[in-house]
């Protein structure tokens, strides 16, 4: 995955990531006067940025620009886990007998008990919803495309700057629902894409939704979310 972020500003609580540096350029191959465009949501209103976790929650920090949020305990433990993460390792770079690699990210080879990788891979996993706004994320290197029916719409989605063959999660936001909507999921490939127009989800509308949704996706390999375009499906209603 791409760094989007610029070097970190020491504050008083910690290591702040106020804002990321830049995105990834969408991709340029669209399918002809079916892509919707639109500018990123915005993110001034938000405290510490697009990332500021939710109530309760805070950066885990495991590797440089880690904004996943977790709990403060998490966070904790994290940063003891890194402390020590040298005296668990074999010479040859393998972790010792008990421990495994971390891997909140592909790059993330700090030796842990198991239990802290599960931890790892719930968290990223659960990115989204411990968010203030997953719309205010920036735009990544996925991009996505509808093609309408009288329902609502189909959703497809290419792209690239992910995690080598993890899964790529994908919801709709600034919907009527409490919290992301779960649309559906894609694998990216060795490389790290997504090989041309791939089909996501049957998107049926929702009476009463006024707005385009918001598409966020989740790149579960690092817990990275950014948004990758909207879509007029919801409110398609015949």
Not at 219 to 234: K, P
Request: aromatic residues 8%; charged residues 15%; proline residues 7%.
């Amino acid at each position: 995955m791409h760094d989007f972020l610029k070097t970190a500003a020491k504050t008083g609580r910690g290591t702040r990531w106020p804002w990321l540096a830049n995105t990834l350029t969408a991709v340029g191959v669209m399918l002809a006067g079916l892509l919707t465009v639109a500018a990123p949501a915005q993110a001034a209103d938000l405290p510490w940025g697009p990332y500021t976790c939710a109530s309760g929650y805070v950066w885990r920090e495991a590797v440089p620009g880690d904004l996943v949020c977790v709990s403060p305990q998490t966070r904790s433990d994290t940063q003891t886990e890194n402390a020590l993460g040298p005296s668990r390792r074999e010479p040859n770079g393998f972790c010792k007998p008990g421990f495994v690699w971390r891997e909140t990210r592909s790059s993330d080879l700090v030796c842990v008990v198991p239990t802290s990788r599960d931890r790892a891979y719930s968290d990223n996993a659960n990115a989204p919803w411990r968010l203030v706004d997953p719309g205010a994320t920036p735009r990544g290197g996925v991009s996505v495309t509808t093609t309408n029916h009288q329902l609502g719409g189909y959703l497809y989605a290419t792209g690239s700057g992910l995690s080598p063959n993890r899964p790529v999660r994908f919801y709709a936001v600034r919907i009527n629902t409490v919290g992301p909507y779960s649309l559906g999921s894609l694998t990216a490939n060795s490389s790290g894409a997504i090989s041309g127009w791939q089909y996501v989800a049957d998107i049926r509308c929702r009476f009463k939704q006024t707005q385009p949704a918001v598409i966020v996706v989740l790149d579960q390999g690092s817990g990275v979310v950014t948004t990758a375009g909207t879509t007029e499906a919801f409110r398609r209603c015949g």
